[in-house]
């Protein structure tokens, strides 16, 4: 089984996309050894390629048919595919559809057309180009993440595009919202959970040439409710949206780190007791108070009203816990942050910050 997985993302290597993508691929590698079947995988990153946007001479219709008159890295993309039983297409969501050098690529794909019309037998628009190749055991598979709370509507014009360029419904999706957390170590164990569900549509995909509608049903699921999510994505900016001429470089990192706590707060397990959280970051010197009540949560910088419970801790400490590298509990045994006053937050910290 030959796999030919296209980056398409301008963050190359770092891509959000990529994550699912490899996780996908590692569930159709994980099915093949069952079977006993070779895979092999080619990868074509576009960020670290030389592909030019076509000129519309149309000189691989006439002139050199079957070949572009630009000498680049395109070549290998054809190449890709026409070795390729399965391609993956890989990109994050740019304002609505592909980034541009993935639209370079789609452009650049008229050589493997022939030049004289034909009429569509799916449904999808209104005339069509005959392949110059046979692709109809291609499988196209493509996998993507917004800056959304959901994937839901907003894929609207990738689907048009690709309904034209694959046939109708001749692939398979997995879209994902809030793309960004998948780069957030303190969120590893909800991003590791929606993997594993994107690895299980790998396994899927190669033993059964789909993924089951039970997966897609858990591929849809939000990792954070809407009202999480966006609150921790407006914190990231580092910026109020009152001053959003303000630069982020004059924010910390503290205080946008703070935010995106408080973010997870949840008023669902709201006991009837308000409360007032005061961060103390004793290494840079930096004080906040989260205000957590029945409507939700904020954050005060520079507070002067007195704090129902306080942790003194090292920032970084706080980061380490957070990302599951310290353990909280030994942390605080060992000295290494302090609790003051109402120690029962504590205690229903999991339940308060889910």
Same mark, same amino acid.
């Given at each position: 089984m030959n796999i030919f997985l296209i980056n398409g993302s301008p963050k190359g290597k770092n891509s959000n996309s990529l994550k699912l993508a490899n996780s996908f691929i590692d569930g159709i590698k994980n099915a093949s050894e069952k079977s006993k079947q070779t895979v092999e995988l080619r990868e074509a990153t576009l960020n670290t390629m030389n592909i030019h946007s076509c000129l519309g001479c149309f000189s691989c219709w006439k002139n050199t048919p079957g070949k572009c008159c630009i000498n680049d890295d395109m070549s290998k993309i054809i190449e890709g595919q026409l070795w390729a039983d399965i391609i993956i297409f890989s990109f994050p969501l740019?304002?609505?559809?592909?980034?541009?050098?993935?639209?370079?690529?789609?452009?650049?794909?008229?050589?493997?057309?022939?030049?004289?019309?034909?009429?569509?037998?799916?449904? /999808?628009?209104?005339? #069509?180009?005959?392949?110059?190749?046979?692709?109809? @055991?291609? *499988?196209?598979?493509?996998i993507s993440t917004c800056g959304f709370y959901t994937a839901e509507k907003?894929?609207?014009?990738?689907?048009?595009?690709?309904?034209?360029?694959?046939?109708?419904?001749?692939?398979?999706?997995?879209?994902?919202?809030?793309?960004?957390?998948?780069? /957030?170590?303190?969120? #590893?164990?909800?991003?590791?959970?929606?993997?594993? @569900?994107? *690895?299980?549509?790998?396994?899927?995909?190669?033993?059964?040439?789909?993924?089951?509608e039970k997966t897609k049903e858990k591929l849809k699921t939000l990792l954070f409710e809407k009202e999480v999510f966006e609150k921790m994505a407006d914190a990231s900016w580092g910026i109020e949206q009152n001053n959003s001429s303000e630069s982020s470089t004059e924010k910390n990192e503290s205080l946008i780190f703070t935010k995106q706590m408080a973010a997870l707060y949840n008023t669902k397990n709201y006991d009837g007791k308000d409360r007032i959280l005061e961060m103390h970051y004793t290494d840079i010197n930096k004080t906040y108070q989260v205000i957590l009540t029945a409507e939700g949560s904020s954050v005060i910088e520079n507070p002067t009203t007195k704090y129902t419970t306080r942790i003194e801790t090292p920032f970084e400490v706080w980061v380490a816990i957070s990302r599951g590298e310290l353990n909280g509990m030994k942390a605080l045994i060992t000295g290494k942050y302090k609790v003051i006053g109402d120690v029962t937050l504590m205690m229903k910290w999991g339940k308060l910050f889910g």
């Open positions: 740019y304002f609505f559809n592909v980034p541009g050098i993935l639209k370079n690529v789609i452009d650049r794909q008229l050589p493997m057309s022939l030049p004289f019309m034909s009429e569509r037998t799916d449904g /999808i628009g209104n005339g #069509s180009h005959q392949l110059r190749y046979n692709m109809d @055991n291609k *499988k196209y598979v493509l907003n894929y609207d014009s990738v689907l048009s595009m690709f309904n034209h360029i694959c046939g109708k419904n001749n692939f398979e999706t997995i879209f994902c919202g809030q793309g960004e957390l998948f780069s /957030i170590k303190e969120l #590893s164990e909800k991003t590791d959970s929606y993997l594993k @569900n994107v *690895k299980q549509a790998g396994i899927e995909f190669a033993s059964q040439n789909k993924i089951t």
